[in-house]
């Protein structure tokens, strides 16, 4: 099972990005993510806004997209749908998740999403206190 850190994340996606960097929805373009989505590209992401150990991000998923187990040992995970109706496991229990849906796992905690339609999200990861090294 894939473990993710914040700093894997940032350092593979969002390198270009400083933290308090502000951008729109529009620009720059979204990008499409192929780290454990199946099939790769099918999900697509861009930072909207970084703080110090937070980052809010706007997501795509296409129909059929699915993000296997994987792990996150450092960040905690707070997701708004947006769009769409997206199967969200968390800890072993499963979510319908529809739009306005709200769901977290914290530091360590097994997940994974399928996307039943084209869905969109906000998504705020964050490294609390005691995670900082």
């Known amino acids: 099972m894939d473990e ?7 350092e593979k996606y969002y390198a270009d990005y400083e933290p308090t ?13 192929t780290w454990r989505v199946e099939p790769p590209g099918s999900t ?3 930072p909207l806004l970084r703080g110090e ?7 795509e998923r296409d129909a059929g997209s699915y993000d296997p187990p994987h792990v996150h040992p450092d960040h905690e995970s707070l ?4 769009e769409g109706e997206v199967d969200v ?11 306005g ?6 530091p360590g905690v097994v997940h994974s999403a399928r996307a039943r339609t084209d869905c969109a999200k906000l998504e705020i990861k ?3 206190e005691d995670r900082v090294d």
């Open 101 to 106: 849906a709200a769901y977290y796992h914290g």
């Open 44 to 46: 697509r992401a861009k």
């Open 53 to 59: 150990r937070m980052l809010l991000l706007y997501a």
């Open 4 to 10: 993710l850190t914040l700093d894997d994340l940032l």
């Open 21 to 33: 960097d502000l951008v729109h929805r529009d620009d720059p373009p979204l990008q499409p993510l």
């Open 79 to 82: 997701s708004y749908l947006l």
């Open 126 to 128: 964050h490294v609390p």
């Open 89 to 99: 496991e968390i800890d072993g229990e499963t979510y319908d998740a529809t739009p």
